[in-house]
């Protein structure tokens, strides 16, 4: 049986490297999606191939754009025979804080487009060969309680898209279940830094006591739970949103901070 291939935006660091490794330990192909980080994204594929044995690519594209997502898609299946998992890892995010009225266009535009209409263009270029499958996993990422539509002060953009990403999840997630195609959420908690592309196993000894579980969380803790969603018997798993924090209150945290 071919191996199934999964395209993972914003693959070449954080949480997507992590994701990466995730899944080509498991036997999966990997295309890793990159805007500038090429030379962490050829170091990763090549590291896929040679200690797993997959075959994994690199292809860069901003996915704000849509020529871009086409590029990407085309450019992988010029490698594979199809894209069976898409991870939408990729979601631009601009630190400071900001009110609404204070955005420029350009700013608020890509943060819509980045984390919101992407997943539009790519689910458009790749849900069509995924009907003809009858098989396809689509994975989104949002924050801690997204699917109440919270207010998030100084973060309407981004609060916005992935709200409005988490409604969009749940649609394709009914309006593709008999074609064998599953979309679900995953929401990480407050996992910062250099943990982002860390294993569980590192954080055990790491104390922690703002997390309720007593310990930081880990990129493996999100990857995980990615690959468990790309499994085959996880068929019956979809529309979910899925908080991943430790039992931290992530958002709440944020509110309290920015009062």
Known sequence: MENKTALITGGATGLGRRTALQLAAEGINVIINYRNSKIEAEQLAAELSEVFNTKNICVQGDITNYEDCEKIVSQALKEFTAIDIVVHNAGPYISERKKLADYQIHEW???INGNLNAVFYLSNLLIPSMRKRKWGRII???FDRVESAPGWIYRSAFAAAKSG???LTKTLALEEADNGITAN???PGDITGEWKERAISESLNARDSS???GRPG?????SRVISFLAHDDSGFITGSIIPITGGKDVLGKALRENL
């Open 218 to 222: 880990t990129g493996e803790d999100i």
């Open 165 to 167: 990403l988490a409604s």
């Open 211 to 213: 997390v309720p579980v």
């Open 109 to 111: 535009t890509y943060l």
């Open 140 to 142: 989104t990422v949002g």
């Open 185 to 187: 959420m995953v929401c």
